[in-house]
């Protein structure tokens, strides 16, 4: 009998339609137990969806899925005392104080009152809630709402944890303290589905990535596997003068007789070669056309380029909605 403990997650040609929308068309997701696992894809991608699925809030139309050894439809009332869900919306009650939100949700879980008042001051402080304890959550900042939301996903410490967007409109800082949060609770043994669009935030917790685009799983394995799977490294120049973008896109076209694909930085652009002593070729190359770089790098491409390379589309251009729908389990 194998010693190996069976996946947090086994799902096999999961499922769901909308009409005639396929929002999930057959994904296969395996999820090893106390890791970050991610599920990455555009707005519309069916990563919404699938989560909903795995969490019993919605009924598969296809296909099935167990979740920490439980049949997400035959038990699904086990799944949801063995996990939680936190979304892109915060579920707190805004008219309550973060204390009284808390002291709510481990009253309604089963705690004593002083049980129930001893976890809230605990999670208060572990999420740097303790000075706002005390007032309404509709005066709260965003970073500060969503905190509050991961602290009353955790009143009872999850075996798993489903974060969609758990980063939605966060500033930097407040996504940094998500991302430290997220780090702790699975040094504690939690294992986590995180649900993103963002390619560095992926990159940045998740030990295994799941690439989901258009209802399908396109890629999966580690952030430096997919990585590794583009073929080629990427080259980034940086112009000193955004005007001479053009004409060092020629010029590098040419040199490098690869695509030249324009970065957000109006002075930037990227190419994809393997080839150091190509791309330093290049770099001449454009000195002798009098065009005057800032500086330039060559190593391995990002996670968007892989999801470019992978989708032939950035990651923000969801192009269809996802007509989710919660219907009882």
């Not at 050894?69 to 008219?95: F, I, K, N, W, Y």
């Not at 000075?131 to 905190?147: D, F, N, P, Q």
């Not at 030990?207 to 799983?217: E, Q, T």
């Not at 070729?281 to 990002?302: D, K, T």
Request: glycine share 10%; proline share 5%; with cysteine.
């Amino acid at each position: 009998m194998s010693s190996h403990p069976s996946p947090a997650i086994e799902a096999s040609g999961l499922v769901k339609t909308f009409g005639d929308t396929r929002a999930v068309d057959g994904v296969d997701l395996s999820v090893p137990r106390g890791a970050v696992y991610g599920v990455l894809g555009p707005n519309g991608a069916g990563k919404t969806t699938t989560i909903r699925m795995l969490a019993t809030l919605l009924r598969p139309d296809g296909g099935s899925a167990r979740v920490l050894g439980h049949d997400v439809v035959a038990e699904a009332d086990t799944v949801r005392e063995l996990v939680s869900l936190t979304g892109q919306l915060a579920s707190v009650d805004e008219e309550l104080t973060g204390r009284e939100n808390l002291i709510l949700l481990g009253r309604l879980l089963g705690f004593r009152r002083a049980r129930a008042k001893a976890r809230a001051t605990e999670l208060l402080a572990a999420f740097a809630l303790d000075e706002a304890a005390g007032r309404l959550v509709k005066h709260y900042s965003g970073g500060m709402r969503r905190r509050l939301d991961l602290a009353a996903s955790i009143v009872v410490t999850p075996r798993l944890m489903f974060l969609d967007e758990p980063t939605t409109g966060l500033d930097p800082r407040s996504r940094n303290q998500v991302w430290d949060i997220v780090r702790a609770l699975v040094g504690q043994g939690t294992t986590v589905l995180l649900c993103t669009q963002y390619l560095d935030e992926a990159d940045q917790l998740a030990d295994r990535i799941a690439v989901i685009d258009r209802g399908r799983v396109i890629a999966e394995g580690t952030p430096g596997q997919l990585k590794a799977s583009v073929g080629q490294g990427a080259f980034h120049v940086r112009l000193l003068d955004p005007a001479d973008r053009p004409g060092a896109e020629r010029v590098l076209a040419a040199e490098l007789d690869a695509p030249v694909q324009p970065e957000a930085d109006p002075a930037a652009l990227s190419v994809a070669v393997d080839d150091a002593e190509r791309a330093a070729q290049a770099v001449s190359a454009l000195a002798r056309a009098g065009i005057e770089v800032a500086n330039f790098s060559l190593g391995q491409p990002s996670l968007d380029e892989v999801f470019l390379a992978l989708t032939g589309h950035p990651a923000e251009d969801g192009d269809r909605a996802e007509q989710e729908k919660e219907v009882p389990a």
